[in-house]
C-alpha cells in the first residue's frame, strides 16, 4: 500500500453507505480528481530496416511534449498519425517504458511508476467484455475482483453495481449478454457504456479513455460525452484523445492539447482555441465546426490568410528553419506555452524523487477468491457457448465406434491378433493427440481480454492460467477421454480385466494430457491461429514419426533416435501395448507366441517399472509443457 500522496486502487474508491432503499440515488464517484503533469516526454520507437535487415531505425512518435491536465474535461486531438495516443498510453502508464527517452509524469505533483494503470481507469477503443455475460455480470465481475472484500460486502459491491448500470443509464439493458461473434447482443453504444462502467466500478477519480467515439452513431457518441462530462464534473479528471468530434461534443471540452506529428500545437482552454488561431491569422468560417478548423490548420488545408506579427516573428526564427512543423514552434513561444512552463519548472523544483505514486500496487483480492470468481466466469462462458465441447464430445464418440468397428472383435490368432492390436493402439494414440488440436485457442481467444483485465489489475496471471487449464480440462479432455477409451475397448474385445481396462484409460487420459499440455504452450506462446497451428502441427508428426510403430527406432540415424524420448506417441503406445500382450499367448495353425517375447523382440521392457516408466515420461511431458506455457502467459507483452 503507498503513503499518503499515492494513488491506491484502495483510495479511488470512494466508500458508500449502504443503504437500505434501492431505488434512492447512491453518491457514487466523488473522489476529487487529480493534476496531471508530464514533462518533457520524448518516446520513440524502434523499427526493423527490412524483415532481414539487422538493421534497426528509431522513429520518435513523442518529441519534447509538456502539459498539464486538470480535473474535468481534457481531450487530446489531432490528425490521424499526429500521436494522440501514444501521448494518452504513456501518460496513463500503458506504453511501453523502454520506449520513452526522457520526462516523467506526474499526479498530483508527484512522480508515478508504469503501476499507475493499476489505479486509475483506463477504457481501451474496442471493448473488451465477456461477450457470453449480461452487463450486470460483467460488472459485478468487475466489483467483486476490484473492491476489496474487507471494504465492502457482498450487499455493497452489489449496491455498486446497480448504482453504476442507473448511473450509466444501462437499466434497460442490464440482463441482455453483450454479444458474441454468434450472439446478437447490446448496441455498441451500450458496450462502450458498459466498459466505462467496467472501470467506474472503482470508482476512480483520474480517467483514460482511448477514442470513446469512434464506430458510435452521432447520439450516442454525443450521449457517450456528456456522460464523461458528468462525471468530470463531479470532480473527476477525465483524458481522452478523440479524432473528429462533431460541435455539440467539442463545446463539452474544457481543456484540448492539439497534436501534430507528435509535438503539441495547442494547449489550452478549448474554447480559447480558436482565438488562438485567428490570432496566427488562420480564420475560421462563421459555420465551421472547430474540430474540423483545427485538423485542416494542421493539416495545412487552411493558411493564415493574415500575416500579423506574431507568425511573422516566429516564422523568422532559427528554431522555425529547423523545425517541419510550425505551429508546434510558434506554440512554445506562446503565453500559453510559457504559463505551463512556469508552473511545470515550479513543481519540478519542488519534487521529491523519493516519493512516488503507484508503487507496489496490491491486488485488492486474495489469490484463492480470485480463482473462484475467474474459474466460475470460464464454466459460465463454456456452459453458454459449448459448441467446442460439443464438437469434442461428438468426435470422441464417433472416433471410438471408428476404431470399435475396424478392429472389431481382434482375434487371437496370427498374425491378425498382433497386427491389429498394434495398429489399434497407434490409431488410438493418434486420435487421442490429433483430437486435441482444438487446444491451442485457449489463450488465443481471449488474448485481448486476459491482457486488459490482467494490466487493470483485476486477477493475477497464474488465476487465469490455472482458472482456464482447468475449466478446459475437464469438459473437453477429461471427460470425452473416458468415453473414447471405453467404447473401442470392449468393442475390440481387449484383455476382459478390470485392472487392464484401468490402466488402459490411465494411459489413453496421460496421453491425452500431455497432448493437451503440449497446445497450451503454443497457444500461450503465439496470438494467431496461424501460427499456433503450424507450431503445434510440426512437433505432433515429429512425435509420431519417432513414435516406434513408422520406423523401427534401432535402425534410425543415431543422431536422430534422441527424438524418441521426447515423443508422446512412443510412450503411448509402449504402455497400450505392455498393458494388453503382457501374459498373453497368441496361436497360429503350428505355432504360439507370448506377448513377452513379442515385447522383447520390439525391445519394449514390459517389466513393471517398465509401463510405469511411461507414465513417469508423459507426466513428466505435461508438467514441462505447463510450466513452461504459464512462463510464457507470463511473458506476454501488454504494453501497447
Ligand atoms: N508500437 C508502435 N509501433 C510502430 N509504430 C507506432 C507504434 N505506436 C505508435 N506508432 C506510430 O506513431 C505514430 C503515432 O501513432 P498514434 O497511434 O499515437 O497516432 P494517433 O494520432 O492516435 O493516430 P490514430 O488517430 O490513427 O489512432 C504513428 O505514425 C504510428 O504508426
Redesign the pocket.
Known amino acids: 500500500m503507498l503513503s499518503e500522496e499515492g494513488i491506491m486502487l484502495d483510495e479511488l474508491v470512494v466508500k458508500e453507505q449502504p443503504s437500505t432503499d434501492m431505488e434512492e440515488s447512491i453518491p457514487c464517484f466523488q473522489a476529487p480528481g487529480p493534476t496531471l503533469t508530464f514533462h518533457h516526454l520524448r518516446y520513440h520507437?524502434r523499427?526493423r530496416l527490412g524483415m532481414f535487415s539487422r538493421e534497426w531505425v528509431e522513429?520518435d512518435?513523442l518529441k519534447d511534449v509538456s502539459g498539464i491536465m486538470n480535473p474535468g474535461m481534457n481531450a487530446i486531438m489531432?490528425?490521424?498519425?499526429?500521436?494522440?495516443?501514444?501521448?494518452l498510453?504513456v501518460i496513463a502508464g500503458r506504453?511501453d517504458p523502454k520506449g520513452l527517452k526522457s520526462g516523467q509524469v506526474l499526479v498530483d505533483n508527484t512522480t508515478v511508476t508504469s503501476d499507475l494503470r493499476l489505479c486509475s481507469a483506463y477504457v481501451v477503443q474496442n471493448d473488451v467484455l465477456m461477450g457470453t455475460l449480461t452487463v450486470r455480470e460483467n460488472l459485478a465481475f468487475s466489483a467483486n475482483l476490484r473492491l476489496s472484500r474487507k471494504e465492502y460486502s457482498s450487499a455493497d459491491k452489489k449496491m455498486r453495481v446497480d448504482s453504476v448500470i442507473q448511473e450509466l443509464g444501462l437499466k434497460d439493458c442490464a440482463d441482455t449478454k453483450i454479444g458474441t461473434m454468434f450472439l446478437r447482443g447490446i448496441s455498441g453504444g451500450e458496450k462502450k457504456r458498459c466498459s466505462i462502467g467496467m472501470e467506474l466500478i472503482t470508482s476512480p477519480s483520474l480517467m483514460f479513455l482511448d477514442?470513446p467515439t469512434t464506430g458510435l452513431d452521432a447520439n450516442t457518441a454525443n450521449s457517450i460525452m456528456e456522460l464523461l462530462q458528468k462525471l468530470s464534473k463531479k470532480g473527476k479528471t477525465v483524458i481522452f484523445?478523440i479524432?473528429q468530434p462533431r460541435y455539440s461534443i467539442f463545446s463539452q471540452f474544457d481543456h484540448l492539447t492539439l497534436?501534430n506529428k507528435?509535438e503539441i500545437i495547442y494547449a489550452g482552454a478549448a474554447n480559447k482555441a480558436i482565438t488562438y488561431f485567428e490570432d496566427l491569422g488562420y480564420k475560421c468560417e462563421p459555420f465551421n465546426n472547430p474540430a474540423d478548423f483545427f485538423l485542416d490548420v494542421t493539416n495545412g488545408t487552411i493558411l493564415p490568410q493574415i500575416h500579423n506579427n506574431k507568425s511573422e516573428k516566429c516564422s523568422s526564427s532559427e528554431e522555425m528553419e529547423e523545425n517541419e512543423n510550425p505551429l508546434a514552434v510558434i506554440y512554445r513561444q506562446s503565453p500559453y506555452f510559457l504559463t505551463v512552463k512556469d508552473r511545470l519548472n515550479q513543481i519540478s523544483d519542488g519534487l521529491d524523487p523519493e516519493v512516488t505514486k503507484g508503487d507496489r500496487v496490491s491486488y485488492a483480492t486474495p489469490f484463492y477468491y480470485q480463482l473462484m470468481l475467474v474459474s466460475g466466469r470460464t464454466v459460465r462462458n463454456i456452459l453458454r457457448n459449448p459448441q467446442t465441447s460439443y464438437a469434442q464430445l461428438f468426435l470422441n464418440i464417433f472416433f471410438g465406434i471408428l476404431v470399435g468397428l475396424i478392429y472389431y472383435q481382434i482375434p487371437h490368432t496370427l498374425p491378425e491378433a498382433l497386427q491389429n492390436r498394434t495398429g489399434a493402439f497407434f490409431f488410438l494414440v493418434i486420435n487421442m493427440v490429433f483430437g486435441n488440436l482444438s487446444a491451442v485457442e485457449l489463450f488465443i481467444s481471449e488474448r485481448v481480454l486476459f491482457i486488459h483485465e490482467n494490466s487493470s489489475g483485476f486477477y493475477r496471471t497464474s488465476v487465469y492460467f490455472l482458472s482456464k487449464v482447468f475449466a478446459d480440462l475437464i469438459p473437453n479432455r477429461i471427460l470425452p477421454v473416458f468415453i473414447f477409451s471405453a467404447i473401442p475397448y470392449f468393442m475390440m474385445g481387449l484383455k476382459p480385466d478390470m485392472e487392464a481396462f484401468f490402466l488402459y484409460c490411465l494411459t489413453m487420459s496421460m496421453v491425452s494430457l500431455s497432448a493437451v499440455s503440449l497446445a497450451f504452450l503454443v497457444s500461450a506462446s503465439v496470438g494467431s491461429f496461424a501460427m499456433a497451428n503450424i507450431l503445434i502441427a510440426m512437433p505432433y508428426v515429429f512425435m509420431m514419426v519417432f513414435g516406434g510403430f513408422l520406423v523401427n527406432l534401432n535402425s534410425m540415424l543415431s543422431w536422430m533416435s534422441w527424438l524418441k524420448w521426447a515423443s508422446i506417441f512412443r510412450y503411448g503406445y509402449n504402455a497400450l501395448a505392455i498393458n494388453e500382450l503382457k501374459g498373453q499367448v497368441f496361436t497360429s495353425n503350428y505355432t504360439s507366441l507370448r506377448g513377452d517375447v513379442y515385447l522383447d523382440h520390439q525391445e519394449i521392457d514390459h517389466s513393471t517399472w517398465g509401463f510405469w516408466q511411461n507414465q513417469v515420461a508423459l507426466t513428466g511431458i505435461m508438467c514441462m509443457c505447463l510450466i513452461l506455457a504459464y512462463v510464457q502467459l507470463c511473458r506476454i507483452n501488454r504494453w501497447?
Do not use: N, V
Not at 79 to 87: F, M, N
Open positions: 520507437i523499427e522513429k512518435i489531432g490528425p490521424t498519425g499526429s500521436g494522440k495516443t501514444s501521448l498510453d506504453k477514442e484523445s479524432h497534436m507528435g501497447k
